[in-house]
Every structure is written in structure tokens, then in C-alpha cells.
């Protein structure tokens, strides 16, 4: 059957690989973007996850056109890197304000839906990094590990009513977020990466349809790492 699934940031990189993988197993997809020509196949809705009410109006044009959320994936997210000491309160506020407040202001909409269907599924794309640290990425990190005790809180809070919250950790994956990296970053990286390569944004999506089907369902409160064991041990 059909599901209605909701990806923030599917417009491109690793949520627009994550919207293709539902697609093609037959759900109803939205994304959400913020500017330019969003991809086609999916509805996409105009959506900044820093703002409650744009977060309000994406989801009544979704529930409009597929019915309620039963899916959601919280991918958008953003970095500012930059050493503590250089790292203005601007850097670590908006980090935070998008990677952690925004993944509330979408899953606290959602959820609303979920208890009235008494099911659901929230799958968090957190980072490596979250629970590895990363010098130079202090905001991103903080706003990455917080997102796990936010799942593990909302699992336990929720789990009666049959709703899962998992958090999936990429490593270094090929998007444009890491193109931004120098060869020489991407080069360090790779030399603490057991698989020696980038992650494709497809092998990301398909832990990430994992954790939203019929076989997951035991799975809650997980954080699930698809990191080429850069992560290993954390
Ligand atoms: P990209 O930079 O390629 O894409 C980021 C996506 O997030 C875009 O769709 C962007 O929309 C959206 N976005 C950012 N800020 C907002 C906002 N305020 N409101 C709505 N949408 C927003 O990143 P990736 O695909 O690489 O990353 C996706 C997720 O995976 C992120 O959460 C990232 O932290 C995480 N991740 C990435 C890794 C990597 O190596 N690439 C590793 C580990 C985790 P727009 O196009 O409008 O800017």
C-alpha cells in the first residue's frame, strides 16, 4: 500500500536519493525545498524548517494531496565549520536552530497525524560526527548527537502508540556538502575510512526505507550508522 512520506530537504543529496527509494517502491513522496526548480516525481512543497509557519503550511499542502504523514524523514540540515575560536554565537545558533529545532518543528507537526493513525515512522539523519566529534564542527556535532536523545526521548514517549523514532549516522557521503571539502580533508578522511571510499546517497536511503518498513518493526530508539566503520565503536 501507498504511504504518504514527507523528506525534508529531498530537493538534492542524500534526502532526494532517500525521496527516490520510496518512490520506486510504489509510495506517495514530498519533499520539501527551499529555492530554485525542485526535482520532478515528487510533490514538492516550498519549505524553510526554520520557520513554524512555513513547517505548517508544507504540511496541510501534503496532507492536501497524500493524506497525513506516516513517514517522515527529517534530513534537512546545514554546517557552518569553523574553530571554536573563530566560531561566531551566529554559526553556532543557526546550526543548531536548523539541524535540531527544525527537525522539532517537523516532527512535533507530524506527530499529530501519527497518534490519530496510532502509527508511525520518523527516521532523523544525525552524522558520524554526532557521536565521533569532529574538530572544527562543534556546532554541527552538538546539533547532531542532540538529535539522538531527541529520538531516544520520543521513543520512549511514544512507543505505545506504535510510533518508531530512529536516528540513521552517515559517514562522508558524495554530496555537495562534502565537495566542499579540500582534497586534502578528503583525502585525512578517507585514510580513517575502513571501506576507503565516500558513501553513496543510495546506500544511506536504503537503511533509511529499511527502518520505515514492515521488517523494522521492532526497531526504536536505534542509532543505525552507514558509515563504512569510520564510526566504529561509538
Ligand atoms: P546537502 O547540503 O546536499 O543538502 C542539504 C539539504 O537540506 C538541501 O535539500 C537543503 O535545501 C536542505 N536544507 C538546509 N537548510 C534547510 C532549511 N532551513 N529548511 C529547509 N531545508 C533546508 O546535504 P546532504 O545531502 O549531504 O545532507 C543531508 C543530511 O545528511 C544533512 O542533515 C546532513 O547533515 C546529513 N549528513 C551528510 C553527510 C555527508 O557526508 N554529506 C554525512 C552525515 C550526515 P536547499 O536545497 O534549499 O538548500
Do not use: W
Request: proline residues 3%; glycine residues 10%; hydrophobic residues 45%.
Amino acid at each position: 500500500m501507498s504511504r504518504s512520506v514527507l523528506v525534508t530537504g529531498g530537493n538534492r543529496g542524500i534526502g532526494l536519493a532517500i525521496a527516490r527509494a520510496f518512490a520506486d517502491a510504489g509510495d506517495n513522496v514530498a519533499i520539501t525545498y527551499r529555492s530554485g526548480e525542485p526535482p520532478e516525481g515528487f510533490l514538492a512543497v516550498k519549505c524553510d524548517i526554520t520557520d513554524t509557519e512555513q513547517v505548517e503550511q508544507a504540511y496541510k499542502e501534503v496532507e492536501e494531496a497524500h493524506g497525513p504523514v506516516e513517514v517522515l524523514i527529517a534530513n534537512a540540515g546545514i554546517n557552518k565549520d569553523q574553530l571554536l575560536m573563530r566560531m561566531s554565537e551566529e554559526d553556532f545558533t543557526s546550526v543548531v536552530e536548523t539541524n535540531l529545532t527544525g527537525t522539532f518543528r517537523v516532527v512535533k507537526r507530524a506527530n499529530r497525524g501519527m497518534l490519530r493513525a496510532k502509527k508511525g515512522r520518523v527516521v532523523l539523519i544525525s552524522s558520524v560526527v554526532g557521536l565521533l566529534g569532529s574538530a572544527g564542527q562543534a556546532n554541527y556535532a552538538a546539533s547532531k548527537a542532540a538529535m539522538v536523545g531527541f529520538a531516544r526521548s520520543l521513543a520512549r514517549e511514544l512507543g505505545s502508540r506504535n510510533l518508531t523514532f530512529n536516528v540513521v549516522a552517515p559517514g562522508f557521503v558524495d554530496t555537495d556538502m562534502t565537495r566542499e571539502l579540500s582534497e586534502e580533508q578528503q583525502a585525512k578522511i578517507l585514510a580513517q575510512v575502513p571501506l576507503g571510499r565516500l558513501a553513496r546517497s543510495e546506500e544511506i536511503a536504503a537503511t533509511v526505507r529499511f527502518l520505515a518498513s514492515d521488517d523494522a518493526s521492532y526497531i526504536t530508539g536505534a542509532v543505525i550508522p552507514v558509515d563504512g566503520g569510520l564510526g566504529m565503536g561509538h
